[in-house]
């Protein structure tokens, strides 16, 4: 197995919310730029301690996302570098038009955290359950789009993304996930890490569908089938090398997503190979409908997200190559 995954598999002892914090208030200690802007969800976001170890650099805006996007833009212009956090709704979808314009259009440099990817938002229910947001920021030109496996990346990313120049858009759990990756594992924005080797279909999978993909890897294996496993963490700009490399080598391809099929990864995927080298795709998500309330459990099988749908799709995808 690749050296930068956990040789078993468990839940994480962090949540997702504080390893976020603890990799920016290692940011904002070397970057003296770095500012958190609020929406009045530091308990649910999980950057109290932030406030505690910078006061003075820490902005509550209230309960008015699409203020706090023009805002931070506001921020940038002055040479700031504001991380702003709120539920992936909201700092998508209720401020869509204020990321356009006054971060994108104006080339603003300000980083946006969305909480509760998909159906992570469990009991919050269909309106706080973003299915929907990556494809509106994939819509936004050069914005980059990032869905971490686990806490292991915040590390390495949030760092990088304080000292890079642009717009960012991290779409994350709040809580504990399962953990994947050893504490010492390396990313590079933009660089997708192939997980698994295999060369009968690959597993493009991006958030808590990587580990979903891992254990339709185990399925697959059972029934004699090789799968290549990857991580594609940065949606936009995708790591088209990858994919056509997958594509030429595996010949078939599975994406998997807690988003719509609509405009999320799969659409990213398939754009890339209808233009490059075009092999049979399955996708698996939420087949454009809204969410609801329920367990993460539960809802992963209401959507059909779980390792024996990716396994099912891997052997459509398979077949249809052969045809």
Known sequence: MNEMLTERFTLDTIEMRAAYCDALIAAAETNPAVLD???????????????????????????????????????????YVPF????????????????????????MNVKIIGGDAGVTATANGGTHMPFEDIGLMRLVPNMTIIEPADSAMYATVIPAMANTYGNFYVRSCRRKVTKIYNK??????????????????????????????????????????SARVIDMHTVKPLDTACVIKAARECGAIVTAENHNIIGGLGEA???????????????????????????????????????????????????????
Not at 302 to 308: F, G, N
């Open 37 to 79: 802007v609020e929406a009045d969800v530091q308990y649910s976001m999980g950057t109290k301690r932030f406030k505690e170890r910078f006061p003075a650099r820490c902005i509550n805006c209230g309960i008015m996302e699409a203020h706090a996007i023009g805002f931070c833009g506001g921020l940038s212009a002055m040479g």
């Open 84 to 107: 702003f956090h709120a539920f992936g709704v909201f700092a998508t979808r209720r401020a869509f038009d204020q990321v356009f314009l006054a971060l994108a259009y104006q080339d």
């Open 184 to 225: 010492d594992a390396t990313f590079t924005i933009g660089r997708a890490n192939t997980l698994t080797q295999g060369d009968d279909v690959a597993i493009i999978a991006c958030g808590i569908m990587v580990y979903e993909a891992l254990k339709a890897r185990e399925l697959l294996l059972t029934k004699g089938i």
């Open 269 to 323: 995927v398939c754009g890339a190979l209808a233009r490059a080298y075009p092999v049979p795709v399955e996708q698996v998500g939420v087949n454009d409908t809204f969410g609801q309330v329920g367990t993460q459990d539960y809802l992963m099988k209401v959507y059909r997200l779980t390792a024996e749908d990716i396994a099912t799709k891997a052997i459509q995808c398979i077949g249809r190559k052969q045809k």
